[in-house]
C-alpha cells in the first residue's frame, strides 16, 4: 500500500497478530486439578485441598453448583470441567489472569 506521497505504508492482518494458540493437552491433563465446590462457610472452615467455594464460571457466566466438581488451573482459577476444556483448545491462557499454559 502506498500513501499519497507514494511512500510504502507497511500493512498487516490483525488476525495474524492475534491468532489463538492452544494449550498442550497433555500438559492440561496433568496441570488442571478437580476440586469439589462447597458454599462459603465450609470452605471457609475446610484447610482441606481440593476444595473451592461456589463462584461463578467466567467461560459461560453460570454458577459453578456447590457439591459439583471443577477444573482448577495452577493459578488456582476454577471453571466448569467442559468449559475450561474447550477454552485450553482455543487458547492457552487462563481467561481471568492469563497465566500461560505450556503450548
Known amino acids: ?6 511512500s510504502v505504508i507497511p500493512t498487516w492482518d490483525v ?4 491468532a489463538l494458540v492452544p494449550a498442550n493437552e497433555s500438559s492440561v491433563k496433568k496441570m488442571l486439578k478437580r476440586v469439589r465446590v ?4 465450609e470452605y471457609e472452615g475446610s484447610r482441606k485441598k481440593r476444595r473451592v467455594k461456589g463462584e461463578e464460571c467466567v467461560t459461560c457466566l453460570e454458577e459453578i453448583e456447590v457439591g ?6 495452577p493459578c488456582f482459577h476454577s471453571f466448569h470441567d ?12 487462563c481467561p481471568l489472569c ?3 499454559m505450556p503450548t
Open 1 to 6: 500500500m502506498q500513501s499519497q506521497s507514494g
Open 15 to 18: 488476525r495474524e497478530t492475534t
Open 38 to 41: 462447597e458454599e462459603e462457610d
Open 68 to 73: 459439583s466438581t471443577a477444573s482448577q488451573m
Open 82 to 93: 467442559h468449559c475450561i476444556n474447550e477454552w485450553l483448545k482455543e487458547s492457552h491462557y
Open 98 to 100: 492469563r497465566f500461560e
